[in-house]
């Protein structure tokens, strides 16, 4: 259960529609609970468009379509979909605002490919504390994004959310 006011409900249509990925929502429609950032991704996605959805019942928002949703269109009849990596798995669509580092580096299963890897590589360890150092470019990024279209709310860090993984 996300736990968005119903004030914010526009916000959020907007931040999805724009490319920014569900956790990020989150944050700038300030969700201050530790509870849904541990969720894993998909199901954080699929709560997220379940709530857009309930408050929109013909599926219709005021937000215009994305750009990559016409790229999509226009894309032969081979590439329908999101598009697949070397391994196989799908590539989601970066987001804007935290360039992936919530899409998929918080998730459990990353930071147990690291960890496998780090072993098979031969080092021998005890203890094992993944941290992750965030570039500036985020902060003058989360800066700018609450300039132009937040003023007045207060947005969960992301230095801070990551703390929480």
């Not at 379509?65 to 790229?71: A, E, F, G, Q, T």
Request: glycine share 6%; charged share 20%.
């Amino acid at each position: 259960m996300l736990l968005i006011e119903e004030k914010y409900r526009s916000v959020a249509q907007l931040l999805l529609s724009s490319g920014t990925c569900s956790r990020c929502v989150l944050r700038f429609c300030r969700v201050g609970s530790p509870a849904p950032y541990r969720l894993p991704y998909k199901e954080v996605t699929n709560e997220l468009q379940k709530y857009l959805s309930q408050g929109d019942p013909a599926g219709e928002n005021d937000a215009p379509p994305s750009k990559k949703v016409k790229l999509e269109d226009t894309t032969s009849n081979e590439h329908v979909g999101n598009s697949e990596d070397v391994n196989g798995s799908q590539v989601v669509g970066i987001c804007t605002l935290c360039l992936g580092i919530l899409q998929q580096f918080c998730e459990p299963e990353f930071i147990k490919k690291v960890f496998v890897k780090i072993n098979s590589a031969g080092y021998e360890l005890k203890d094992f504390v993944f941290s992750v150092s965030l570039p500036a470019q985020l902060s003058v990024r989360e800066v700018k994004f609450y300039l132009i279209f937040i003023s007045c709310i207060a947005v969960t860090r992301l230095n801070f959310l990551t703390t929480w993984f």
